[in-house]
């Protein structure tokens, strides 16, 4: 199963890399075979093809993937090494690992800069006054601000990078999947560059969908747990904000991609009034919330 999950993500990033949406679609009823790409159309090879157009194929996709920017966006109290060298066992076992032996080349592969006990930052939430304490809080506010800048410069690096013919896909991880969406915003694109940017920011005329192609979030929330929950929401209101202001995938007409990635650890379940035991409750409580905060 974890290897049919690796192969549809897999097969969502080439088929976003190469603007085949059908295919997308097949990604989890189609048996797993590798990816390739001829005359720009994508297609599973069949075991009839000659070999030598197997081969050029091949090649044909993975120069393509090679090209491709990724930015990926760390989860909450997550450091850049690990979806490199996570837990010290070494770089094989990384996420960026991963990517690299399906194509994507490893020089174009960006992790946010981000240690962590840069995550105490999010503490000064508890400053913003009276936001924090009525769950008004904003994604650009003292909470989370700091994250929202560096992700915005981060994907401006990974668009240089790619020589600005490339834009980039993003790849959030839990928290760092709603927080990519508040770094889409509106779509309009301020890196909060000191005087230094290109001509399309200084004319003002640069979108988000200038530099992002696709957003894929892995185990990320995207509403905020709703009813008796809802107080328990730790974003102090910055996923209500999201959700109210940018819903859904927000910035689609503009050209960027969405996909949710989740599990199925908890399964989600609509909430029910109900006279069940405090076990029963409790496992009712955790299904209603998933529910909640993974609703498409």
């Known amino acids: 199963m974890a290897s049919r999950s690796m192969w549809a993500l897999t097969l969502f990033l080439y088929s976003f890399a190469t603007h085949n949406l059908w295919d997308m679609c097949c990604a989890f009823v189609l048996p797993p075979r590798p990816p390739m790409m001829q005359n720009k159309r994508f297609y599973l090879i069949n075991d009839e093809q000659p070999v030598a157009s197997k081969k050029t194929a091949a090649e044909d996709a993975v120069s393509h993937l090679s090209k491709i920017p990724i930015v990926i966006c760390p989860g909450f109290c997550n450091d850049k090494i690990d979806y490199s060298n996570p837990l010290n066992q070494g770089d094989d076992c990384g996420f960026v690992s991963t990517l690299a032996r399906r194509g994507f080349d490893p020089k174009l592969i960006k992790t946010m800069p981000l240690e962590r006990y840069e995550w105490i930052r999010v ?45 980039v896909i993003l790849i959030g991880h839990s928290a760092g999947g709603w927080l990519a969406r508040a770094a889409l915003g509106d779509g309009s694109w301020d890196v909060g560059c000191d005087g230094d940017k290109n001509g399309d920011e200084l004319n003002g005329e640069a979108r988000a969908s200038d530099r992002v192609r696709a ?75 998933a529910y909640t905060v993974y609703e498409a």
């Not at 503490?123 to 936001?131: E, I, Q, R, T, Y």
């Not at 601000?145 to 981060?154: A, E, Q, S």
Request: glycine share 12%; proline share 4%; net charge negative.
């Open 123 to 167: 503490a000064a939430g508890l400053f913003d006054f009276p936001n924090f304490y009525t769950g008004n809080c904003r994604p650009e506010g003292l909470g989370y601000g700091w994250y929202v800048r560096r992700l915005r410069k981060t994907i401006e690096q990974a668009y240089e990078m790619a020589g600005r013919k490339e834009k």
């Open 215 to 289: 957003l894929f979030t892995i185990g990320a929330i995207h509403k905020p747990p709703a009813g008796s929950a809802a107080s328990t929401c730790v974003t102090r209101g910055v996923l209500s904000y999201l959700d109210q202001t940018y819903p859904g995938a927000f910035l689609s007409d503009e050209g960027i991609a969405y996909v949710s990635v989740g599990g199925d650890a908890v399964l989600g379940r609509q909430q029910e009034q109900t006279s069940a035991s405090s076990d029963e409750a409790k496992e009712e409580s955790t299904s209603s919330v």
